[in-house]
């Protein structure tokens, strides 16, 4: 089975400055996607980022890029000039790919608590 | 775009009572959804996956008996929480997503539920 680790609950940075968030995960599967979602206080999930395992370049989204590390199974996020809306649990979440009814299933982490400091 | 909406988005019942969450695709056809439930501080745990038209298919440990999930049109499934209890008390998530093993999956907004 799947599992998908994330060993900081909580995690602060100063406005405009750059922080990561750390995820590991466990699989046996060669091609899957990776993703880390952000829930801010109103609870609703919002997609960050997504990394498909077989691409080897880092997916950026603007402030947000990732760490992809397959062999040893890292899949970090980096927030660069964080602001106070950046403030929200994340969630590292891994999928398998094909088309198997079963593989839809998101596994997630138990999150990280990101605090913005003005 | 690819929204979609939950509701009631907090609802307050007596033990006993069954409770009806819907979730709808506002702007997409929705050929899979899943449902989550969420405690405070903690990750979504999974608890069934249903395409349209078919029975749902529950992770292990979750009674579907208990949780009723029904997924008859490409926008709409709903989950009732038949005789709630307490301990039925969470948060709880529906997703949806287009056919295609490349889709993601969108959130909504997220059903609080406090049984008293």
């Known amino acids: 089975a799947q599992t998908v680790t994330q060993s900081q609950p909580e995690m602060s940075v100063q406005e405009a400055e750059t922080v990561t968030l750390s995820c590991t995960y466990d699989t046996s599967e060669s091609d899957y996607y990776l993703f880390w979602y952000k829930q801010p206080p109103s609870r609703q999930m919002i997609l960050v980022i997504r990394q498909e395992a077989y691409k080897q370049q880092n997916a950026t989204e603007n402030r947000f890029s990732v760490n992809f590390q397959k062999a040893a199974k890292s899949f970090s996020l980096k927030i660069s000039d964080s602001q106070l809306g950046d403030a929200a649990m994340y969630f590292c979440a891994y999928r398998p790919t094909g088309a198997n009814f079963g593989n839809e299933k998101l596994t997630f982490g138990t999150g990280t608590r990101l605090t913005i400091i003005p | 775009g690819a929204v979609v909406s939950q509701h009631p988005s907090w609802v307050i019942c007596k033990s006993g009572t069954s409770v009806k969450i819907e979730c709808r695709s506002l702007?997409?056809?929705?050929?899979?959804m899943f449902w989550y439930r969420q405690f405070p501080k903690q990750s979504l745990m999974l608890m069934a996956t249903s395409n349209e038209g078919s029975k749902a298919t529950y992770e292990q440990g979750v009674e579907k008996d208990k949780f009723l999930i029904n997924h008859a049109s490409l926008t709409l499934s709903t989950l009732t929480v038949t005789s709630a209890h307490p301990e039925d008390s969470s948060f709880y998530i529906c997703s949806a997503k287009r056919q295609g093993a490349n889709q993601p999956q969108h959130f909504g907004d997220g059903t609080r539920l406090s049984i008293l």
């Open positions: 702007d997409f056809q929705a050929t899979t």
